[in-house]
């Protein structure tokens, strides 16, 4: 099998590679695929949407498995276990689940990744502080291993390996068909907006102040200074009990949702945000109007809400062409407060505003390469511009060495592009590391599954 020679980036834009790019259309296809590799000494990594900002969907210079035409639901049981193929995106398991009356635990902030990525990288939603990460309600996975066979795995069977695949990257072999349990939800959230004045506040709210919430997350002014350094807007999201089902007009009658075209028309909108002006303008006026209405709940569907991304598709063309670097570290509870702190203060002190702050409440979890902890995260997204880029990328450096590891944080591999090898080793910890490497080794001895995000940060620890 031969495919295409493709120039594929991350989501974010930082990251390109040239690859030759396969799209196996069945699981024996991509067995064929991944076999055939192995024969012409090729590297190979599975790929879905490509949503991950940085690198870890590339592999420059050889294979690259598109995997989105495995896009087949299998099937639901009364129980809500579905079995489904690894191409499938979460929004379209989302509109097949929500007209049934569940819906997946949990879900990214888009809904266009596949359930692949979703495992590869052990995604979290806005309740990860209840429900923890996307692998924890996977129940069986399929994998394609480098001789072309396939390895059923779950905590039954094979279960450092399953652990292993969970958060690992598609270094370990390319899943292709999946079991993972459903929630009965209802289809509407009821969401209340509260301003707070400070990052203290926001901290208290987030941490259940307000009494329990199904989900919790926040917006952040990275532009406010002093006192109100950190005040943003928490939406506290509550299951609409007694409402099930959802209607088809509100997830669009194609399956879509509705206005998709006229939503992506409104890019150019965004074009305020280039400068520290604008997002510093857009941000106070967010914030006042958010302050007038504090505590005002509405009620809409699951997803408008859960796909906060998705609202304005592509929004990442208005910051072309050196595109959107996230940076998204993961702190424990303790020293949270302190650590986005100095954060927001750097990044106030480089003058590159980020665009987008978010903040959100975690657990941890059980995948052995885990970015999880009992505390918070907060992600900055930073606009990239040739002449900004060298300060901006010291100045994370700095933070990371100085402030975010020495605190026990972490990082999450799916967003980065720009962690070195020694931090990565610090965030993902030597021995879970050693451990991972080992299981790859086991079952990897050719070292064919790589990825640029692999020689960036992996193959040099395993070298070391
Ligand atoms: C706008 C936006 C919002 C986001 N919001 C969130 C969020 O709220 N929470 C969150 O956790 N993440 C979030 N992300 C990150 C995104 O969910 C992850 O990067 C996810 O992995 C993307 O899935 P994908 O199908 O695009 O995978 P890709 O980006 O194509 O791949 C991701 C990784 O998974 C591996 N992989 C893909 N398919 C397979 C397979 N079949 N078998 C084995 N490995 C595979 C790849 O090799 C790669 O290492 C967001 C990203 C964007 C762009």
């Known amino acids: 099998m031969t495919g295409q020679q493709v120039q594929l980036g991350g989501w974010g834009m ?22 055939d590799a192995g024969r012409r000494r090729r590297t190979a990594i599975p790929r879905g949407s490509g949503f991950s900002y940085g690198d870890a969907a590339l592999n420059g210079n050889s294979l690259v498995l598109d995997t989105r035409r495995l896009s087949r639901i299998i099937g639901l049981d009364g129980q809500g276990l579905v079995e489904v193929e690894a191409g499938v995106t979460i929004g379209d398991l989302c509109r097949f689940a929500t007209r049934r009356g569940w819906w997946p635990p949990v879900v990214p902030g888009t809904g266009r990744p596949t359930l692949g990525g979703c ?22 996975l399929d994998l394609v291993l480098p001789d072309g066979s396939l390895l059923t795995c779950s ?4 279960p450092d390996v399953f652990r292993a695949v969970i958060g690992g990257y598609g270094l370990l072999g390319v899943i292709v068909r999946m079991r993972m349990r459903l929630e009965r939800q209802p289809s509407r959230l009821m969401v209340e907006e509260i301003a707070a004045p400070h ?10 102040s307000l009494g329990p919430s199904d989900h919790a997350v926040a917006w952040i002014d990275a532009c406010a200074q002093g006192e109100g350094r950190g005040r943003g807007i928490v939406q506290l999201a509550r ?8 209607s088809d007009r509100e997830v669009g009658r194609s399956g879509r949702r509705p206005f998709t075209r006229l939503r992506s028309a409104l890019w150019p909108l965004l074009l305020i945000l280039r400068t520290n002006q604008g997002v510093g303008a ?3 006026a967010r914030y006042e109007l958010a302050a007038l209405n504090s505590g005002r709940t509405s009620i809409g569907p699951r997803e408008r809400y859960q796909f906060f991304h998705d609202f304005i598709p592509d929004w990442r063309r208005a910051f072309r062409p050196g595109g959107v670097l996230q940076y998204q570290m993961f702190v424990p509870k303790e020293c949270a407060n302190e650590v986005f702190l100095a954060c927001l203060e750097a990044a106030q002190e480089i003058k590159q505003a980020p665009i987008l702050a978010v903040l959100k409440r975690h657990r941890t979890d059980p995948a052995l390469l885990s970015y999880g902890v009992d505390g918070y995260s907060l992600s900055l997204d930073f606009p990239v511009t040739s002449t900004g ?6 100045a994370l450096h700095r933070l990371t060495d100085e402030v975010v590891l020495p605190a026990g944080g972490r990082f999450y591999l799916a967003k980065d592009s720009i962690l070195t090898p020694d931090q990565a080793g610090r965030s993902l910890g030597l021995d879970a590391l050693g451990q991972f490497l080992a299981i790859k080794r086991r079952i990897d001895p050719g070292t064919l599954f790589q990825s640029d995000l692999y020689r960036r940060l992996f193959a040099p620890l395993a070298l070391g």
């Open 119 to 140: 495992v590869g990288a052990n995604v979290h939603g806005k309740n990860a502080y209840i429900v923890g990460t996307f692998g924890e309600h996977v129940q069986e």
């Open 199 to 208: 990052l203290t506040s926001i901290m208290h709210i987030l941490s259940g």
């Open 239 to 246: 299951n609409l009990n007694g409402d099930s089902g959802g």
């Open 14 to 35: 930082m990251a390109h590679s040239r690859a030759e790019v396969l799209q196996p259309d069945s699981v024996s296809a991509a067995q064929l695929a991944v076999s």
């Open 389 to 394: 880029l060298p300060s901006l990328r010291d």
């Open 282 to 284: 857009l941000n106070s």
């Open 155 to 158: 905590e039954e069977r094979e």
